[in-house]
């Protein structure tokens, strides 16, 4: 024999973040941005980036 069932499994649950396609997500500021960079600054971190880049690859050889 199946015992009765009367409960109710109904939940409601609040999303704390909700929006539709239509509604992105307004634009944040950024605290920094490459396109904001001097050309010699993105090519001064260009080649801080490609040093460590080098010396992981020179360790990893050891």
Do not use: E, F, K, Y
């Not at 939940?11 to 920094?32: C, E, F, K």
């Amino acid at each position: 024999m199946v015992p009765s069932h009367s409960h109710n499994h109904d939940h409601s649950h609040d999303h704390a973040h909700s929006h539709g396609p239509s509604s992105p997500h307004p634009a944040q500021a950024a605290p920094w941005s490459i396109l904001r960079m001097t050309v010699m600054a993105r090519l001064g971190a260009a080649l801080a980036v490609s040093a460590v880049l080098w010396a992981v690859v020179l360790l990893a050889m050891r």
